[in-house]
């Protein structure tokens, strides 16, 4: 692979609070929402992601792209929320190969309900130490992470 | 809770993208650590930490911490590069009930052979798609977060 381009130190500083910093971040809303809510983060983000379609529904596979997951990974995360009645899987109409999953009543109402203890650790831990400044220019910047990252080849 | 203070939309922007993209980073730098290595992201970063020590070792609850880990998560995910050679546990001989884990020296290796991967995917899928201002940013707004999230109580 050539030569390694190792990190300046102003890169590896972003780098290194930027990881440790989001690991911290995932573990305290996952735990502040778990003890409110009984949900873990990562299902409340399947929910989450589900919720984002006009009819609650997405194939499985958009799913697993979305979250960042493979397809056998989000499948038994799914099962997991299936099983606690908040998301049902059902054959794709338009691909006889292919599952959509979808919210159910009860899945929508753990969101509404779940949603207050989210947003307030979000703001707390996150949004409001920032700047609106520092808010936009890391909208942007991962905007630009996230076109790159899906523009790449599986 | 009292009333809820919904995101602004420039605030739901920065943390969409910053969560989606996030979870697609991982996901991306793990496929490649795991490809190129056989070794998951989540143990590489156990190794990595390790590593930011003099001798190599550190206690399990600090490294619990520093990873945004609960002990019990922690254990098992120790268990498994423990069972690879890459680490071993010790009793810690100040804390009679504490353990400390230890890089050995095959998970330096390790560390060696896997971080030119691993640094060629966080310049490609990251850092160099910053300018050195988003990085300044990007810097101290998450060690402002991650300061926060380590004065938390328990």
Wanted: net charge negative; proline share 5%; hydrophobic share 40%.
């Amino acid at each position: 692979m050539g030569e390694v381009r190792w990190l300046s130190e102003p890169e590896a500083k972003a780098w290194r609070f930027y990881i440790v910093a989001t690991l911290k971040l995932r573990h305290r809303l996952h735990r502040e929402l778990s003890e409110a809510q009984q949900v873990s983060l990562i299902d409340y983000e399947v929910l989450v992601c589900l919720d984002t379609q006009a009819d609650g529904r997405m194939r499985m596979t958009e799913l697993a792209n979305f979250l960042g997951s493979t397809k056998s990974r989000l499948s038994h995360q799914v099962g997991r929320v299936e099983d606690a009645g908040y998301v049902r899987r059902v054959p794709d109409p338009e691909d006889k190969r292919g599952v959509i999953a979808e919210l159910t009543p009860a899945g929508r109402a753990l969101l509404e309900r779940a949603a207050p203890t989210h947003v307030q650790g979000v703001r707390e831990h996150l949004i409001d130490l920032l700047t609106p400044q520092e808010q936009r220019v890391i909208g942007e910047a991962f905007e630009r992470v996230y076109e790159h990252l899906n523009q790449l080849p599986d």
